[in-house]
């Protein structure tokens, strides 16, 4: 064994940077001041950042990984949904193509109440399909969008003469 000055000696020597430290270094460094920028920012950058951005990007994910994109239009004025009666309806009024979205499970049926506010406004004579194939109300509509639409997720309403008789 050395004696212990000699290791002392030889301890002195080991060199205190290495080749690779200026990246541990510099990594620590922007940590700090990235840390330093943000605890004395503004509270509404702040918020932003760390609440907004993160939330609007995670709902926008979660909707397209749980449920579907539907374009709705209308071909006859007779079947378009009522305007809202609330305070801002004449913004709210309908417009072709509006999106809608649903889940996998839900049906014609469905589609037809929302777009059209409850079961109880949904016109009795409208039918929905596309690219002329009509759907029944009891259909899934992502099934019957993939079989019927060839994955074109743009639906029409339209009202059926044979169905007001």
Same mark, same amino acid.
């Given at each position: 064994p050395l004696p212990p000055?000699?290791?002392? @000696?030889?301890? #002195?020597?080991?060199?205190?940077?290495?080749?690779?430290?200026?990246?541990?270094?510099?990594i620590a460094f922007r940590a700090g001041r990235l840390y330093e920028t943000f605890w004395n920012s503004q509270s509404n950058v702040k918020y932003t950042v760390l609440f907004l951005y993160p939330g609007a990007l995670f709902w926008v994910r979660w909707r397209?990984?749980?449920?579907?994109?539907?374009?709705?239009?209308? @071909?006859?004025? #007779?079947?378009e949904p009522p305007e809202p009666t609330h305070r801002f309806g004449k913004y709210f009024k309908w417009k072709n193509g509006s999106t809608y979205y649903f889940k996998a499970m839900?049906?014609?049926?469905?589609l037809k109440e929302t777009v059209y506010g409850g079961a109880d406004k949904v016109p009795k004579s409208v039918r929905v399909g596309c690219y002329g194939r009509m759907m029944e109300d009891s259909d899934n509509l992502a099934l019957a969008v993939r079989t019927f639409c060839k994955r074109d997720p743009?639906?029409?309403?339209?009202?059926e003469d044979a169905a007001q008789a």
């Amino acid at each position: 064994p050395l004696p212990p000055l000699r290791r002392a @000696a030889m301890a #002195a020597g080991m060199p205190k940077r290495w080749a690779w430290s200026f990246l541990t270094e510099g990594i620590a460094f922007r940590a700090g001041r990235l840390y330093e920028t943000f605890w004395n920012s503004q509270s509404n950058v702040k918020y932003t950042v760390l609440f907004l951005y993160p939330g609007a990007l995670f709902w926008v994910r979660w909707r397209a990984e749980t449920k579907y994109k539907y374009n709705v239009f209308v @071909a006859d004025k #007779a079947v378009e949904p009522p305007e809202p009666t609330h305070r801002f309806g004449k913004y709210f009024k309908w417009k072709n193509g509006s999106t809608y979205y649903f889940k996998a499970m839900d049906t014609v049926k469905d589609l037809k109440e929302t777009v059209y506010g409850g079961a109880d406004k949904v016109p009795k004579s409208v039918r929905v399909g596309c690219y002329g194939r009509m759907m029944e109300d009891s259909d899934n509509l992502a099934l019957a969008v993939r079989t019927f639409c060839k994955r074109d997720p743009k639906l029409v309403l339209w009202e059926e003469d044979a169905a007001q008789a």
